[in-house]
């Protein structure tokens, strides 16, 4: 039995993460679980989760789930905006919440950017960040 779409295709906030996902080097896009994934051998992105005990918050509802540095993680953490996801959560990943944010003239994608490519950094194939690296 497949899950259920968890996600509005029209969502603007997923219109302006899908092609910040997608430009990194043979990035695509599946739903997996309901929800968006972005990946390339392994996701490095997704857009919407859950909070464990509460499968329907609006916090995790539209977000960015990412792996962060471990580094970066209790400092991250120490801003209301990120939330430990359920599932992912267990093995490092974050969640930032658009909702917390408000709409998508409010969120710094400068900053969505970063986590993006942090994340991707630390999933991808050395081949791929190499190839990311020759892009700058």
């Known amino acids: 039995m497949s899950h259920p779409v968890m996600f509005d295709e029209t969502d603007p906030?997923?219109?302006?993460?899908?092609?910040?996902?997608?430009?990194?080097?043979?990035?695509?896009?599946?739903?997996?679980?309901?929800?968006?994934?972005?990946?390339?051998?392994?996701?490095?992105?997704?857009f919407g989760g859950s909070i464990k005990g509460d499968h329907f918050s609006p916090v995790a509802r539209r977000a960015l789930l990412f792996l962060p540095d471990a580094s970066e993680h209790?400092?991250?953490?120490?801003?209301?905006?990120?939330?430990?996801?359920?599932?992912?959560?267990?093995?490092?990943?974050?969640?930032?919440?658009?909702?917390?944010t408000g709409g998508p003239e409010r969120v710094d994608w400068d900053e969505v950017a970063e986590l993006v490519d942090g994340s991707y950094r630390l999933t991808a194939p050395a081949r791929l960040v190499k190839e990311l690296d020759s892009r700058a």
């Open 13 to 46: 906030h997923l219109a302006r993460l899908r092609p910040i996902c997608l430009a990194l080097p043979e990035a695509q896009e599946k739903v997996s679980h309901g929800r968006p994934n972005f990946f390339t051998r392994k996701v490095f992105a997704i």
């Open 74 to 100: 209790e400092a991250l953490l120490a801003d209301e905006r990120f939330f430990v996801p359920a599932y992912v959560g267990a093995t490092g990943w974050l969640g930032l919440s658009f909702h917390l």
